[in-house]
């Protein structure tokens, strides 16, 4: 069983940076693909940015690419999001995603590639 633990967060002025990360436990060694969604009142659950766990590739959503990094540290079954030149519109929570299969680019990035989530963290950015 996949463990999903997040943290980081929290209030941040338009323009601000932050960092959200994310422990994985339960995990053994494969080309699992995890990903960082967010989702806002009303709205639909967006694949904010994926990454191969143990890979290279990475894949983003265009509202966010240029301003958010998603990495990963196999040693430490890290994955982190690090977002800079925060919008108003990136408020959200915001969930860490494991997937028991690699990252297929054309379905990376949709919630149902997903088996296990985090518990979501609330991420608030002021004008």
């Known amino acids: 069983q996949v463990q999903l633990v997040e943290s980081g967060g929290g209030l941040a002025q338009a323009g601000g940076s932050l960092r959200l990360s994310c422990a994985v436990f339960?995990?053994?060694?494969?080309?699992?693909?995890m990903g960082w969604f967010r989702q806002s009142p009303g709205k639909e659950r967006e694949g904010v940015a994926v990454i191969e766990f143990f890979g290279v590739d990475t894949y983003y959503a265009d509202s966010v690419k240029g301003r958010f990094t998603i990495s990963q540290d196999g040693a430490k079954n890290t994955v982190s999001l690090q977002m800079n030149s925060l919008k108003p519109e990136d408020t959200a929570i915001y969930y860490c995603?494991?997937?028991?299969?690699?990252?297929?680019?054309?379905?990376?990035?949709?919630?149902?590639?997903?088996?296990?989530w985090g518990q979501g963290t609330q991420v608030t950015v002021s004008s």
């Open positions: 995603a494991f997937s028991r299969r690699w990252c297929d680019p054309q379905v990376a990035r949709s919630a149902g590639y997903y088996d296990y």
């Open positions: 339960g995990y053994t060694y494969s080309s699992n693909c």
